[in-house]
T-cell receptor, first 115, second 112 residues
Framework: DTEVTQTPKHLVMGMTNKKSLKCEQHMGHRAMYWYKQKAKKPPELMFV???????INESVPSRFSPECPNSSLLNLHLHALQPEDSALYLC??????????????FGEGSWLTVV | AQSVTQPDIHITVSEGASLELRCNYS??????LFWYVQSPGQGLQLLLK??????LVQGIKGFEAEFKRSQSSFNLRKPSVHWSDAAEYFC??????????FGTGTSLTVIP
């Protein structure tokens, strides 16, 4: 069973809406991630937080805004999205970032549809 | 540059038959190798991982994988496939602790 919990499981939003995806882990991991996944494709890294600080932003458009309120929580704020942003958004965590042998654990994902 | 190749986009097997999914990697140093499974509508679940030691790794759900350095491969196997194994399978390589590369995935269909 995954120990990375994501809410909501499904989200439909208009292009002018503001919404947020939430993620929580209680494994004591210090690194948390957001990935975007299109159908039948591998996940694509968006952001990495390490010790609550943004470490990696893979040139993600500013309409996606991550936030890490504490070591267990990770949010992804969404605003003025485009239909092509519709995808499965996966949160993940790992013990650390930049450590040899890092293993990444994924949540169940949030299905986002932009209309 | 690091890369992961899964040569088979789609595989169909009969229930009860054996399964082998191929994964080849390109990485200069010792890789850290993973297999994940993604059932329809679900997130990615870690099946198994290889860091060092015994090159035959056992995972969950009856899966195993063998690391072959000479062939730069990390193939996933299961002796008898169940209908519930139908899913997308991703091989991944971890490098330097902060880089993680996924293969393009293999879609498995299981027929009765």
């Amino acid at each position: 069973d995954t120990e990375v919990t994501q809410t909501p499981k499904h989200l439909v939003m208009g292009m002018t809406n503001k919404k947020s995806l939430k993620c929580e882990q209680h494994m004591g991991h210090r690194a948390m991630y957001w990935y975007k996944q299109k159908a039948k494709k591998p996940p694509e890294l968006m952001f990495v937080y390490s010790y609550e600080k943004l470490s990696i932003n893979e040139s993600v458009p500013s309409r996606f805004s991550p936030e890490c309120p504490n070591s267990s929580l990770l949010n992804l704020h969404l605003h003025a999205l485009q239909p092509e942003d519709s995808a499965l958004y996966l949160c993940a965590s790992s013990q650390d970032w930049g450590q040899i042998g890092n293993t990444i654990y994924f949540g169940e994902g949030s299905w986002l549809t932009v209309v | 540059a690091q890369s992961v190749t899964q040569p088979d986009i789609h595989i169909t097997v009969s229930e009860g038959a054996s399964l082998e999914l191929r994964c080849n990697y390109s990485y200069g140093a010792t890789p850290y190798l993973f297999w994940y499974v993604q059932s329809p509508g679900q997130g990615l679940q870690l099946l198994l991982k290889y860091f060092s030691g015994d090159t035959l790794v056992q995972g969950i759900k009856g899966f195993e994988a063998e690391f072959k350095r000479s062939q730069s491969s990390f193939n996933l196997r299961k002796p008898s496939v169940h209908w519930s194994d139908a899913a997308e399978y991703f091989c991944a390589v971890g490098a330097n602790g902060n880089q993680f590369y996924f293969g393009t995935g293999t879609s498995l269909t299981v027929i009765p």
